[in-house]
């Protein structure tokens, strides 16, 4: 079992930034973040492995980073310029290499709005 903690949301008016930090338990190959806004999918926003191989939404492109800390088990979100249509529950995701669990943080909320 992983146990992912993250913190960082909050409320940001539009153009304004967050980052978002998730901690795993233990040493995991892939971490990221995806979002779920209400009456939407779930979706990815951004992942990166041990590796530093990264994956990142078409709609963030140039305004969210991430970033890990392999050391520290930890994965961050730099996310820049927010806009309204960015808000959503903000859920970290880790998985091992060749396995299909998938693990999930709590969430935590980003309201980008004036």
């Known amino acids: 079992q992983v146990q992912l903690v993250e913190s960082g949301g909050g409320l940001v008016q539009p153009g304004g930034s967050l980052r978002l930090s998730c901690a795993a338990s233990?040493?995991?190959?892939?971490m990221g973040w995806y979002r779920q806004a209400p009456g939407k999918q779930r979706e990815l926003v951004a992942s990166?492995?041990?590796?530093?191989?990264?994956t990142l939404a078409d709609s963030v492109k140039g305004r969210f980073t991430i970033s890990r800390d392999n050391a520290n088990n930890t994965v961050y979100l730099q996310m820049n310029s927010l806009k309204p249509e960015d808000t959503a529950v903000y859920l970290c995701?880790?998985?091992?290499?060749?396995?299909?669990?998938?693990?999930w943080g709590q969430g935590t909320q980003v309201t980008v709005s004036s």
């Open positions: 990166m492995t041990t590796r530093g191989r990264t």
């Open positions: 233990r040493s995991i190959f892939g």
């Open positions: 995701n880790a998985y091992q290499l060749g396995l299909p669990q998938n693990y």
